[in-house]
């Protein structure tokens, strides 16, 4: 059981008492289909356009750990989704989900983890994963079919052919080898930086092969394949730099 602390709030002549639950850390899985990553204790609202609360998703299975319990909602690290912004460090993914999403008795399993024998398989299935998502709309923090952000496309798809990347798109590039346009091979990821900051990447894309990538391209937009070339022409454009980055020998 967690230890409850008494906190004293003096408001005039009276004398408030809140409870709060601070739980020993325990480890849980994700119960429902998808789960949202808060940045606060509150829910998102109705609009699935921008929400700077919206830190990530979680799918039916996947792991936390849960640091805290606070009034319905638990405090968790999504220990599969490395992250290192929040407070320079490797950690998993920091946020708040509601309790109710969570169960502790380890009988949902994971919809993610599938192993594909070899580089070249893996990298066709990673592009093919990728295009599973083609027409899903774009939702900052989206991580599922249902709507998705760029980074969160090419973790899914990472992912579901047995490889773990990072989280968010300036981590995954972290991570990444470095590679040259000529070295691009189906599954590589392209980053773009930010247009201020060469060094604070804003922006990630798979390379699908033939000329063509698969990114989520932002807030009202659809995952689609288009053209690299003309990609790059509008990074060019808008001063921004372009990195190439592998996971693969």
Same mark, same amino acid.
Request: aromatic fraction near 10%; charge should be neutral; glycine fraction near 10%.
């Given at each position: 059981?967690?230890?409850?602390?008494?906190?004293?709030?003096?408001?005039?002549?009276?004398?408030?008492?809140?409870?709060?639950?601070?739980? %020993?850390?325990?480890?849980? /899985?994700?119960?429902?289909?998808?789960?949202?990553?808060? +940045?606060?204790?509150?829910?998102?609202?109705?609009? /699935?356009?921008?929400?700077?609360?919206?830190?990530?998703?979680?799918?039916?299975?996947?792991?936390? !750990?849960?640091?805290?319990?606070?009034?319905?909602?638990?405090?968790?690290?999504?220990?599969?989704?490395?992250?290192? #912004?929040?407070?320079?460090?490797?950690?998993?993914?920091?946020?708040?989900?509601?309790? #109710?999403?969570?169960?502790?008795?380890?009988?949902?399993?994971? #919809?993610?983890?599938?192993?594909?024998?070899?580089?070249?398989?893996?990298?066709?299935?990673?592009?093919?994963?990728?295009?599973?998502?083609?027409?899903?709309?774009?939702?900052?923090?989206?991580?599922?079919?249902?709507?998705?952000?760029?980074?969160?496309?090419?973790?899914?798809?990472?992912?579901?052919?047995?490889?773990?990347?990072? !989280?968010?798109?300036?981590?995954?590039?972290? +991570?990444? /080898?470095?590679?040259?346009?000529? %070295?691009?091979?189906?599954?590589?990821?392209?980053?773009?930086?930010?247009? +201020?900051?060469?060094?604070?990447?804003?922006?990630?894309?798979?390379?699908?092969?033939?000329?063509?990538?698969?990114?989520?391209?932002?807030?009202?937009?659809?995952?689609? %394949?288009?053209?690299? +070339?003309?990609?790059?022409?509008?990074?060019?454009?808008?001063? /921004?730099?372009?990195?190439?980055?592998?996971?693969? %020998?």
């Amino acid at each position: 059981m967690g230890k409850m602390r008494i906190l004293a709030m003096i408001s005039g002549s009276c004398l408030f008492l809140t409870a709060a639950w601070a739980a %020993e850390p325990y480890e849980a /899985r994700v119960a429902v289909p998808v789960a949202d990553l808060r +940045k606060e204790p509150s829910d998102p609202g109705p609009s /699935r356009d921008h929400d700077p609360l919206e830190e990530s998703q979680l799918l039916a299975g996947d792991p936390v !750990r849960v640091l805290e319990e606070k009034n319905g909602w638990a405090r968790v690290e999504a220990t599969e989704q490395l992250e290192w #912004s929040h407070n320079q460090r490797w950690e998993g993914y920091p946020g708040w989900m509601r309790l #109710s999403d969570l169960t502790r008795d380890g009988k949902t399993t994971s #919809s993610t983890g599938y192993k594909a024998p070899g580089t070249l398989v893996q990298r066709a299935g990673i592009v093919e994963a990728a295009r599973e998502f083609l027409g899903t709309p774009y939702y900052w923090g989206g991580r599922s079919h249902q709507e998705v952000d760029c980074s969160g496309l090419t973790g899914l798809a990472y992912q579901a052919n047995g490889i773990t990347i990072p !989280r968010d798109a300036h981590e995954q590039w972290m +991570k990444a /080898r470095a590679i040259t346009r000529k %070295e691009l091979e189906p599954a590589d990821l392209l980053f773009f930086s930010d247009p +201020k900051n060469p060094k604070k990447i804003t922006h990630v894309m798979l390379y699908s092969g033939g000329g063509q990538v698969i990114e989520g391209p932002g807030t009202g937009k659809k995952v689609w %394949e288009t053209s690299l +070339k003309s990609r790059l022409k509008e990074a060019e454009a808008s001063g /921004r730099k372009v990195y190439y980055g592998t996971y693969f %020998e």
